[in-house]
């Protein structure tokens, strides 16, 4: 079957579910964090897609052992490189159900994990163990795979932007801590902390950077939109000109987000032109108002070779 380019996602049409699976795949975030080795910038933490879903990537040691979640049959799936395998189906399960389970799965292909706080990570109900959560167990399947389709769009997109720059880059990553899909440029400068920075924060933007992106949405902004931010936020970035017309700077926290709206997008003739027109000009806003080099880094579609 054919797909519309970026279907409707509304995000009130699937809160409860989009609740849901946060907290799932920060349970399972959690055990990333606690079996993989530590990269710059926390690029070892988030998740990856796949053909089906999102994956952990291979981790530990003695076995090495994968999380996937596929949303298509909509399974959490535990295997490891010696072909031990396990998974459960994911509907119908509060996040306290789905905790003990992805525990009993780990002991089941011998992997052992100790997350060091098995708690939500900056959500409102942080104080609340996973093990105690029977509040979040919506699980509408359409929506969930709705959502990963929307996902992969987004993820070729990111790809396609990201061989534009030759510099440190990020992977092109999904985030379970804010539930973003992203790609990050880096300066390399070093940035002095504000006092009382948390440790994620001062690693995440321990250099200067211009990060893209797309969010589903959460209380503070209940729609989704596609994202760019440069850190630290220079003189002026607000005033910078965005593209298309119906990007705009947001003021988000103390600084200001380029926003362009899903809504907005999914009307226009050229949508993947449009998202790809806006991560540039909001990247060249912020690289302008940094002084960063463009000629330096600039790769037009991913070359580098200097006879093309």
């Known amino acids: 079957m054919t797909q519309p380019a970026f279907p409707e996602m509304a995000y009130e049409s699937w809160r409860d579910t989009l609740e849901t699976v946060h907290r799932f795949a920060q349970v399972v975030g959690k055990v990333r964090l606690a079996s993989a080795p530590r990269r710059n910038h926390w690029w070892n933490v988030p998740f990856h897609l796949t053909g089906r879903g999102i994956t952990t990537r291979p981790m530990g040691r003695d076995p090495v052992f994968t999380i996937d979640f596929d949303f298509l049959d909509h399974r959490l799936d535990v295997s490891t490189t010696a072909g031990v395998r396990t998974s459960f189906a994911l509907p119908g399960l509060s996040v306290a159900e789905f905790h003990a389970r992805v525990l009993h799965a780990l002991a089941a292909v011998g992997a052992e994990v100790t997350i060091a706080r098995p708690h939500p990570f900056d959500l ?18 359409a929506a969930v795979t709705r959502y990963w389709q929307v996902l992969s769009r987004v993820n070729l997109l990111l790809e396609e932007f990201a061989a534009g720059w030759s510099g440190k880059t990020s992977p092109v990553h999904h985030f379970w801590h804010t539930f973003d899909i992203a790609v990050t440029r880096f300066a390399d400068r070093s940035v002095d902390p504000a006092p009382g920075t948390d440790p994620v924060t001062r690693e ?10 797309f969010w589903f949405g959460d209380p503070a902004f209940p729609e989704p939109a596609f994202y760019s931010y440069t850190a630290p936020e220079p003189d002026g970035l607000a005033g910078e000109p965005l593209r298309p017309d119906a990007a705009v700077w947001s003021e988000r926290g103390t600084g200001h987000l380029a926003v362009l709206r899903y809504d907005a997008v999914r009307s226009l003739p050229d949508p ?9 000009s909001a990247y060249r806003a912020g690289a302008r108002r940094s002084a960063w080099d463009f000629t330096r880094y600039d790769c037009p579609e991913g070359v580098t070779d200097p006879l093309r």
Do not use: K, M
């Not at 409102?124 to 399947?141: G, Q």
């Not at 995440?204 to 992106?213: K, L, N, P, Q």
């Not at 998202?275 to 540039?280: A, G, M």
């Open 124 to 141: 409102p109900d942080s104080a609340r163990p996973f093990s105690a959560d029977a509040e979040h167990a919506a699980y509408d399947c």
């Open 204 to 213: 995440a933007y321990s250099r200067e950077v211009i990060s893209s992106g």
């Open 272 to 280: 993947h032109g449009a998202v790809l027109e806006f991560w540039d």
